[in-house]
């Protein structure tokens, strides 16, 4: 034995020193070893579900013909003559457009306008 070689001494003896130096790496070796395992595969995704059929389209609705109307341009604005002209022209609802009135431009296919002048009397019908 050389002179620098350090001596274990243990009560139980020497063979208990290595044994438990065994042990020791075997467990370093171990968790080392686990963190190299490859990971459980994943659950199979869920089958897909079943297409739903697609829902009737709407029916059409009726389009506006502004061309019905047309009779009542030069006549003063009512609400019977409101009536009559969303009648004929085959729209779902009327709106009297005045002069200088503030008017939203979104497109109703449905809709009926009927523009009015100062004394009130219809001067253009427009679908829209």
């Known amino acids: ?19 438990r130096h065994l042990l020791l790496s075997a467990l370093a070796a171990a968790a080392l070893l686990s963190g190299c395992a490859t990971p459980a ?40 003559l409101e009536a009559a002209a969303r009648v004929r022209a085959g729209a779902e609802s009327v709106r009297i457009l005045t002069p200088n ?10 809709r009926l306008n009927l523009v009015v002048d100062a004394r009130n009397r219809v001067t253009a019908v427009r679908c829209g």
């Open 41 to 80: 595969p994943a659950p199979a995704p869920a089958p897909a579900p079943a297409p739903v059929a697609a829902a009737p389209a709407p029916a059409p609705q009726a389009q506006c013909n502004a061309d019905g109307a047309k009779f009542a341009i030069g006549q003063p604005a009512s609400a019977q």
């Open 1 to 19: 034995m050389k002179q620098n070689d350090t001596i274990w001494f243990s009560p139980l003896g020497e063979s208990f020193v290595r044994s």
């Open 101 to 110: 009135q503030a008017v939203t431009m979104e497109f109703n296919a449905v």
